[in-house]
């Protein structure tokens, strides 16, 4: 087993927030599928008929959602592996991906459910902070090397 506990942790929530897109992914072929909204001209011909070749505000926002994670996940993916090899204290390091897991968590919630501004903006402003904080300490400790 791996010894270092920073990148074990990582690995934790890492795998959390991909599941969590998987979810989403899921979510929005069923919303498709609800609604009969479909991409592609193959799908809609599969069910229906070609008027079912549409845009729908349902299929929509659960795709915002869905590129809003791959826009803020990805990033997360590549600040916490290297602030990992940085030798951060596992309690910072684990409240840095606790903290920015739980708030793309509620800001998928937020966005799926509709809830009330500024839910979604304060989740959303809240997972940025661990992001800027390992990428600051990543810079840092980066410089003596340009």
Same mark, same amino acid.
């Given at each position: 087993?791996?010894?270092? &506990?920073? /990148? =074990?942790?990582?690995? /934790?929530? !890492?795998?959390?927030?991909?599941? &969590?897109? %998987?979810?989403?992914?899921?979510?929005?072929? +069923?919303?498709?599928?609800? $609604? $009969? @909204?479909? @991409?592609? *001209?193959? #799908?809609?011909?599969?069910?229906?008929?070609? +008027?079912?070749?549409? +845009?729908?505000? #349902?299929?929509?926002?659960?795709?915002?959602?869905?590129?809003? #994670?791959?826009?803020?996940?990805? *990033?997360?993916? /590549?600040?916490?592996?290297? %602030? !990992? =090899?940085?030798? *951060? !204290? *596992?309690?910072?390091?684990?409240?840095?991906?606790?903290?920015?897991?739980?708030?793309?968590?509620?800001?998928?919630?937020?966005?799926?459910?509709?809830?009330?501004?500024?839910?979604?903006?304060?989740?959303?402003?809240?997972?940025?902070?661990?992001? /800027? !904080?390992?990428?600051? +300490?990543?810079?840092?400790?980066?410089?003596?090397?340009?």
């Amino acid at each position: 087993m791996m010894e270092n &506990k920073v /990148f =074990l942790s990582f690995i /934790f929530y !890492s795998t959390i927030l991909i599941l &969590k897109m %998987y979810v989403v992914a899921i979510i929005t072929g +069923q919303v498709r599928l609800r $609604k $009969k @909204a479909f @991409a592609n *001209p193959e #799908d809609a011909l599969r069910n229906g008929g070609m +008027q079912f070749y549409r +845009q729908d505000p #349902d299929v929509e926002r659960c795709r915002r959602a869905h590129r809003n #994670d791959m826009e803020n996940i990805f *990033p997360f993916l /590549f600040l916490g592996a290297i %602030y !990992s =090899l940085l030798d *951060p !204290s *596992p309690a910072v390091a684990r409240i840095h991906f606790l903290i920015f897991c739980v708030g793309r968590i509620i800001h998928t919630i937020a966005y799926l459910l509709r809830l009330r501004a500024p839910t979604r903006s304060v989740a959303y402003s809240v997972a940025q902070l661990p992001c /800027f !904080s390992m990428a600051l +300490q990543i810079l840092l400790a980066t410089t003596p090397y340009w």
